[in-house]
């Protein structure tokens, strides 16, 4: 199928804003909003063919072109007044395509506007799902409906005042947003759970079919927004079957498996630290789930397993502590992710590999580089064992770290490059970047400017193409735009 996003005569080059309405009802206002600057404003239509689903479009190809295109928009604009859109899964009721584009907005767009036009009378739904935005981004919701003339003019006003704005690269902009949320309201709290409990339910009772499409639907799924989308979807539908209520127990395990997808996939995406739809909040949340939960028949794999341990918790503290801009609170955060790995390791029965790395990571940024490296190899010894070939490249990784510190640079070039392959053989992209990244410090620090330049490239492209954002910093993104205007390196179609 075409797809809409790379069609230049359906979007155009200059088309900057996204303007978000159900359509149902409000066609006529739409044509009057997008004709205030026909060239800027983008707003999906029933003439488009390739977004239509009566010409046969999946659903939620639909979906990623709309949650795509939100993301390449500097501006997000959204009105609403009553309805509360179609549903992805046709003629039931579920979530609908209106609200996996606010979703996207509310959650991640650094420039966001929302206006509420009279009459507005938000049906139930709507209104669920306003209450759980405000939770997870108080503020961006107004507190009133305003005339049509007054939301005309708040929106020609956002279009004045970002005319000449330069459209962010997304990457940066969602790690400024989510530092944004994460420290202008202080600490998380350390109990925190996703959406801070505000169950909102789109229907009476969740499809387990549903639930049940969207998990089978991530094997093999690379793409991290992708995936957060369909789990945003799923969780959504679960939400009418609150996880501390003990009449809902049997949806007990689908909570489990989406809260693990989530919260590895916003790992990657860059939320850490996003308050209540971050890694931190979806892992106490499945801390909580587990407890409650009877696993005396019950069947899990390893990623699924430490998602929702202390483990996870403690690579999260880990992420954050990065995150920190004074040492202080970088070692307060360190302290919080040592003693949870500790706590995960105390209690563990199987192999506890995936912790030995958490481990190992907290000991290399404490200067304690010996323990570290045990704790690598370990590790190593551990994945040797069960044959696991990406994971041995993981650890491979994670020893060249040692090595790099110690000033070994050749033989941690030497562990990063086959880490990073194995990691890429095994499919196990996120990590291959990573190890991608150190290689190319590696041979900066070495004197090879352009081999590190390379690497860095390499690396920035398969972060793009599989919407690992977390994993483009700064830096990485202004090199690989300076490599692509001198020609050193061809940008990825």
């Given at each position: 199928m075409k797809n809409a996003l790379n069609d230049a005569d359906a979007l155009g080059s200059t088309a900057d804003i996204f303007l978000s309405s159900v359509f149902l009802n409000f066609k006529d206002i739409r044509e009057e909003i997008c004709s205030l600057d026909k060239r800027r404003i983008w707003a999906v239509e029933i003439e488009r063919p390739e977004l239509d689903t009566r010409k046969g479009v999946p659903h939620f190809v639909i979906v990623d072109a709309l949650v795509e295109q939100i993301r390449n928009s500097k501006v997000f604009i959204c009105v609403l007044r009553d309805h509360y859109g179609s549903s992805v899964f046709a003629d039931t009721e579920s979530v609908s395509f209106f609200e996996t584009e606010i979703y996207q907005a509310a959650l991640y767009h650094n420039n966001a506007h929302f206006f509420l036009m009279e009459p507005f009378k938000p049906?139930?739904?709507?209104?669920a799902l306003l209450n759980l935005v405000r939770t997870v981004r108080p503020g961006i919701i107004p507190e009133r409906a305003q005339p049509k003339k007054e939301v005309f003019d708040g929106i020609k006003r956002?279009?004045?005042?970002?005319r000449n704005t330069r459209r962010r690269p997304w990457a940066i902009s969602l790690r400024k947003l989510v530092s944004e949320l994460a420290f202008r309201r202080g600490d998380p709290k350390p109990d925190i759970e996703f959406f801070d409990k505000v169950f909102s339910p789109v229907s009476d009772k969740p499809d387990k079919?549903?639930?049940r499409v969207l998990l089978d639907g991530l094997a093999g799924e690379t793409g991290m927004e992708k995936r957060l989308t369909r789990m945003w979807v799923a969780l959504r539908e679960l939400s009418a079957a609150p996880y501390d209520q003990p009449e809902f127990a049997e949806y007990l395990p689908l909570w489990d498996q989406a809260l693990g997808a989530w919260s590895s996939a916003a790992a990657w995406y860059g939320l850490h630290g996003h308050l209540y739809a971050g890694r931190l909040s979806a892992v106490n949340s499945m801390l909580k789930i587990r407890g409650f939960m009877d696993w005396s028949r019950a069947e899990h794999d390893a990623d699924n397993?430490?998602?929702?341990?202390?483990?996870?918790?403690?690579?999260?503290?880990?992420?954050?502590a990065k995150l920190c801009t004074t040492q202080s609170e970088r070692d307060k955060y360190l302290s919080l992710a040592l003693k949870n790995v500790d706590e995960a390791m105390a209690?563990?029965?199987?192999?506890?590999?995936?912790?030995?790395?958490?481990?190992?990571?907290?000991?290399?940024?404490q200067g304690a580089l010996a323990d570290a490296r045990a704790d690598f190899e370990r590790m190593k010894s551990l994945r040797i064992k069960c044959g696991d070939a990406g994971g041995i490249g993981e650890a491979l990784a994670d020893l060249g770290l040692v090595e790099a510190k110690l000033g070994n640079l050749r033989e941690a070039r030497r562990l990063f490059r086959q880490g990073m392959e194995m990691q890429e053989a095994a499919g196990r992209i996120p990590f291959a970047i990573m190890a991608q990244k150190r290689l190319a410090k590696a041979y900066l620090r070495s004197g090879h400017p352009i081999l590190a330049l390379n690497e860095l490239c390499a690396a920035y492209d398969k972060a793009q193409e599989h919407q690992i954002f977390g994993q483009i910093t700064p830096l990485m993104e202004s090199a690989h735009e300076l490599a692509c205007r001198l020609g050193i390196w061809r940008r990825r179609e």
């Open positions: 049906s139930p739904r709507l209104e956002v279009l004045v005042d970002t079919d549903h639930v397993y430490i998602q929702g341990t202390k483990g996870a918790r403690a690579s999260e503290y880990f992420s954050v209690a563990i029965a199987g192999d506890p590999s995936g912790f030995l790395s958490i481990h190992g990571h907290i000991r290399l940024e």
